[in-house]
């Protein structure tokens, strides 16, 4: 799948109070916005055109725009995340993906959906049923999805965060996956490459063309997608990882 467009959020200063189950400490707000501008400067180099939206105080989290929607190349569906300090977020969302869609979707509640808990595999796409998305917002996503031709699996989160936290798809039918996913049956028809226990952040890199952008200091990972013939970029994530983002988290990829 080609990509040509991402979107993105600067983090605001409020990031430093934002959601978080991880104890790494506070994020150094500085550092996190060069983190997120050599983030930008990645996604160019992977031949995206990157529209990057202002810093919004009001939502300490808002920089992880993945969340607010899942944008496919028949429509874009506007999520309903599942915490509540976020919800606002997607109000935005509502603004701006009318500049590069026509048809636009919505989860509606008592459905609740993150688009962190959504992996596509081509015309497949799997959901996470995780503290931020429920059964009620992953059928109503499966129910959307199937107007457009795609097939949408549902799968039980026991100990990530997201679904998106333990895997990625880098096309070819080649999965990375870690914890959970490894013995899944669910994902036991693709390649995987297994991302150790110690080193399970790895797993949340994404594809983009002709490269796979990872977080720096896993040399385990980066070996296997090397060895495997992707391009390998590394940017350091450890502001980001703080909050419990990953490197898919902080855009909207399309």
């Known amino acids: 799948m ?15 109070n934002g959601l978080t189950t991880s104890d790494l400490g506070t994020p150094d707000f500085e550092l996190a916005l060069k983190q997120h501008a050599a ?10 055109d990157v529209t990057v939206l202002e810093a919004d105080e009001r939502f300490p989290d808002s920089t992880f725009v993945e969340d607010t929607a899942v944008l496919t190349e028949k429509c874009a569906v506007i999520t309903n995340p599942g915490a509540e300090s976020r919800n606002g977020e997607i109000e935005d969302m ?12 919505y ?25 931020r998305t429920n059964e009620e917002g992953a059928i109503q ?7 457009y031709g ?14 998106k936290t333990g895997i990625a798809y880098l096309g070819n039918d080649l999965l990375v996956l870690a914890g959970e996913f490894i013995d899944s049956e669910v994902f036991s028809k693709y390649k995987h490459l297994v991302v150790e226990k110690e080193v ?4 949340n890199c ?31 994530m450890s502001e980001f990882q703080k909050q419990d983002g990953g490197l898919s988290c902080l855009s909207l990829r399309f």
Do not use: C, W
Not at 107 to 131: C, E, K, W
Not at 141 to 147: A, G, Y
Not at 200 to 203: L, V
């Open 2 to 16: 080609k990509f040509s467009r991402a979107i993105v959020r600067k983090p605001g200063k409020s990031y430093v």
């Open 39 to 48: 983030y930008v400067e990645a996604l160019k180099q992977a031949g995206l």
């Open 94 to 105: 509502k603004l701006v993906l009318p500049r590069f869609y026509d048809t636009i979707e």
């Open 107 to 131: 989860i509606q509640a008592p459905g609740f959906l993150d688009g962190g808990d959504v992996m596509q595999v081509d015309n497949h796409f799997y959901v996470g049923l995780s503290t």
């Open 141 to 147: 996503f499966r129910e959307i999805l199937s107007k």
């Open 150 to 163: 795609y097939e949408v699996t549902i799968v039980p989160l026991k100990e990530f965060f997201h679904l």
């Open 200 to 203: 399970e952040y790895s797993a």
């Open 206 to 236: 994404i594809h983009i063309n002709d490269y796979v952008i990872i977080p720096k200091g896993f040399e385990s990972t980066k070996k296997q997608i090397t060895d495997a013939g992707y391009h390998v970029i590394e940017l350091d």
